[in-house]
């Protein structure tokens, strides 16, 4: 069985602050795919991120920052100096061999107020 | 930017009609999804489909119906809706058969049943 946990339902911070949003997963698959999508309120999920179980190196694309380690099953997404335009949900999610659909998570939504 | 249309965007409609919601790529690809959102909260797989003449209910029991006639077009039907179809429909579509490919999201269409 797959399943993604998003602990953090809520997260507010204000505008510089750095935040991060955590994300375990659940798989008994040895190859898999890990995502970040991005939901604005305006409704559609924006693809962020994608990383494989093969590579556990940590990413950096400018603000943005992930944390993948294999040995305690996260994928944690850091925002660094937030700003207000980064207020949405952030869903993690899992594709695994199967191929037959992606799990998300529950979601975590973040505001960053000014 | 991801080629994948929903229309409408938004829907009210009363209770016991008939209502097909159109999802369309341009991608070419073969797997199609529809997922179920109730705002702010996490994303239920409904329907997908490996492509034309393929469908396949998902993990969250839904009385809407789906079709693949062709491999850019997934409409979802719902025959008699009813209040609690009241939600967020979003759908997606990937590469069949390449695990390291995410999902592309339409914009949804926010289905109110009064």
């Not at chain 1, 179980?53 to 943005?64: A, C, P, T, V």
């Amino acid at each position: 069985a797959q399943k993604v946990t998003q602990a953090q339902t809520e997260i507010s911070v204000v505008e510089k602050e750095d935040v991060t949003l955590d994300c375990v997963y659940e798989t008994r698959d040895t190859t898999y795919y890990l995502f970040w999508y991005k939901q604005p309120p305006s409704g559609e999920l924006v693809f962020l991120i994608r990383r494989n179980s093969f590579d556990e190196q940590n990413e950096i694309s400018g603000r943005y920052s992930w944390n993948f380690q294999k040995s305690t099953s996260s994928f944690n997404f850091t925002i660094t100096a937030s700003q207000v335009v980064d207020s949405a949900v952030y869903f993690c999610a899992l594709k695994g061999n199967n191929n037959n659909d992606m799990r998300f998570g529950a979601g975590t939504r973040l505001t960053v107020k000014p | 930017e991801a080629d994948i249309y929903q229309t409408p965007r938004y829907l009210v409609i009363g209770t016991g009609k008939k209502i097909t919601l159109e999802c369309s790529q341009t991608m070419g690809h073969d797997k199609m999804y529809w997922y179920q959102q109730d705002p702010g909260m996490e994303l239920h797989l409904i329907h997908y489909s490996y492509g034309v003449n393929s469908t396949e209910k998902g993990d969250l029991s839904s009385e809407s119906t789906v079709s693949r006639i062709r491999t850019e077009h997934f409409p979802l039907t719902l025959e008699s809706a009813r209040p609690s179809h009241t939600s967020q429909y979003l759908c997606a579509s990937s590469e069949y058969g390449n695990m390291n490919t995410e999902a592309f999201f339409g914009q949804g269409t926010r289905l109110t049943v009064v």
